[in-house]
């Protein structure tokens, strides 16, 4: 990066600082990922100068040729990888990819949906009041049982059978089991509703066998490229070959203009890694040090919503310990773990404070960390939040965190 240091030694700085902030410390945020050197190089490509509106073989500009041949690879990939009939990779982030969807069924101010409550587990654009989500259309929530703090698929048919919803939306940003997309896909079909299942944060597990799939039984299928698809930071939509007209004139020119062509290169390359037998592997690993990371926090008498996880996420319950997320977020910071505060369920508190925490380990798995550093990862976790307020308690953490990642690189063998 010697040119960007002479142009703008600022900027440079600041990428190195963070450069050395992911190299030293433990990333736990479930939504995030490390992309390989391949992605990097195709973000950071040439391909970002041109304007490709339209589609491969109908675009509003000349000079296009090589974008469709990009943008192709990536769709083709993206259907080989998960089975689907048609794939659509220009939206830039999964909110638009969802965005998309709702519009190409749903009548704006009137259309009516069904989706997972922020608060027990859904996702922003799932129709929270502050989102265009929830703004834009007539919405009713669902959440999980307050006992088992999972999804009671009966409830959601019984909601359903009320509403007489246009579409029910499935999929997640904090619930740690598995979501069963059939269930959800016969009960859309019962009420005659559309169904859309969001996979952003599982996609990498649907696509490897680690999670069922809800391609080829839920209508719209919407996802990130990044989380446990390990690509660049982007949006993808998939669909029957019935409904693809549908989606493509809602993501343009519905929605956006011009695609993020350098982000297509690298959205085909992550899809290629993905398309690799070692990728199945990869994210066979991300579910067990999950469930390392899990079991090793419930042992040191962390609650945990619904008792655990199935995927690559689990959820902290702080209530009994009387900290907030944000103090717990906070403390762990300082001692070079990066996670997130989060809500659960029953909660008391803002969404800027909450009873919660969210870990994940997409990104210390691309790092080679296995189910005996998970072990140690917890037991940072358990020793920090039992004392939060003990700066040379963290400091110490801290140390044995950097000594921890220093045996592990930012790219090693890729997947």
Known sequence: MSGLAETDPEIAEVIEKERLRQ???????????????????????????????????????????????????ARDR???????????????????????????????????????SLSQGGHLSHGSPVSFSGKMYQVTQYGVDLETEMIDYGVVEEIARKLKPDLIVSGASAYPREIDFRAFAEIAEEVDAYSMADIAHIAGLCATGMHNSPVGHIDFVTTTTHKTLRGPRGGAI??????????????????????????IAAKAVCLKEALKPSFRDYNRQIVRNAQALAETLAD?????????????LMLIDLTDRGITGLEAEMALGKAGITANKNTIPREK?????????????????????????????????IRALRDIHNEANLRRIREEVVELTGRFSLYPDEP
């Open 23 to 73: 190299l030293n410390g433990l990333e736990l945020i479930a939504s995030e990922n490390l992309v390989s050197h391949a992605v990097l190089e195709a973000m950071g490509s040439i391909m970002t100068n041109k304007y490709a509106e339209g589609y491969p073989g109908k675009r509003y500009y000349g000079g296009c040729e090589f974008y469709d041949i990009a943008e192709n690879l």
């Open 78 to 116: 993206m259907k080989k990888l998960f089975g689907a009939e048609h794939a659509n990779v220009q939206p830039h982030s999964g909110t638009q990819a969802n965005m998309a969807v709702y519009f190409a069924v749903m009548e704006c101010g009137q259309g009516k949906m069904m989706s997972m």
């Open 238 to 263: 998939m669909c029957s070959s019935e409904y693809a007209g549908l989606v493509d004139k809602a993501v343009f020119p519905g929605m956006q203009g011009g695609p993020l062509m350098n982000t």
């Open 300 to 312: 040191g008498d962390l609650r945990l919503v619904s008792g655990g996880t199935d995927n690559h």
């Open 349 to 381: 508190r803002s969404p800027f404070v909450t009873s919660g925490l969210r870990l994940g380990t997409p990104a210390v798995t691309s790092r080679g960390m296995k189910e005996e550093e998970m072990r140690s990862i917890g037991e940072f976790i």
